[in-house]
T-cell receptor, first 115, second 113 residues
Framework: EAGVVQSPRYKIIEKKQPVAFWCNPI?????LYWYRQNLGQGPELLIR????????DSQLPKDRFSAERLKGVDSTLKIQPAELGDSAVYLC?????????????FGPGTRLLVL | KQEVTQIPAALSVPEGENLVLNCSFT??????LQWFRQDPGKGLTSLLL?????REQTSGRLNASLDKSSGRSTLYIAASQPGDSATYLC????????????FGQGTTLQVKP
């Protein structure tokens, strides 16, 4: 079974530029999560999708961040414009209802550096 | 607001030593607690998951305990090996929001040959 796929793996941009991250969850997983992990910290949830619906986006900075999951499968997270403080690892995870609360499968992440 | 804290932030031990990683949380209203492992450049892998009604879980050389009333969990690693070098993260699932994981900041472990 293929795991959660994320691309790109690394991205370097200058501040004020836009950037987008892509995630393909495990086949059949209807719940998808985006996390941000700052250096030396644990991941923090940005947004959670149940199929196409964003059911928890309370931690998403909506002035510059946006996300979509149009067909309930792949998802894209966008930052526009990027700021220096956005440098972090962006992790995508997915889960299935029958696996129990808290069971999430994580992708390798996209490491973003904003110069 | 639930907060999860891990101590120490970093730990270096010689190979073969037994060690304990600590995790504390401020709100005892949790559904479960997990310990994850994170290797550089890779995603998180769940090691052990303890339901709120359980006291401990074991997998191989790993043993995790949970004391919900005091807001504490420990991860015990027996006979450490260089391959155990990684960052270990503790995370809780809040009872009031079972779709969420709240993580500690992690403990980076180095096991020296």
């Amino acid at each position: 079974e293929a795991g959660v796929v994320q691309s790109p793996r690394y991205k370097i941009i200058e501040k004020k530029q836009p950037v987008a991250f892509w995630c393909n969850p495990i086949s059949g997983h209807n719940t998808l999560y985006w996390y941000r992990q700052n250096l030396g910290q644990g991941p923090e949830l940005l947004i959670r999708y149940e199929n196409e619906e964003a059911v928890d986006d309370s931690q998403l900075p909506k002035d510059r961040f946006s996300a979509e999951r149009l067909k309930g499968v792949d998802s894209t997270l966008k930052i526009q414009p990027a700021e220096l403080g956005d440098s972090a690892v962006y992790l995508c995870a997915s889960s299935s209802p029958g696996q129990g609360y808290g069971t999430q499968y994580f992708g390798p992440g996209t490491r973003l550096l904003v110069l | 607001k639930q907060e999860v804290t891990q101590i120490p932030a970093a730990l270096s031990v010689p190979e073969g030593e037994n060690l304990v990683l600590n995790c504390s949380f401020t709100d005892s209203a949790i559904y479960n607690l997990q310990w994850f492992r994170q290797d550089p450049g890779k995603g998180l892998t769940s090691l052990l998951l303890i339901q709120s009604s359980q006291r401990e879980q074991t997998s191989g050389r790993l043993n995790a305990s949970l004391d919900k009333s005091s807001g504490r969990s420990t991860l015990y690693i027996a006979a450490s090996q260089p391959g155990d070098s990684a960052t270990y993260l503790c995370a809780v699932t809040p009872s009031g929001n079972t779709g969420k994981l709240i993580f500690g900041q992690g403990t980076t472990l180095q096991v020296k040959p």
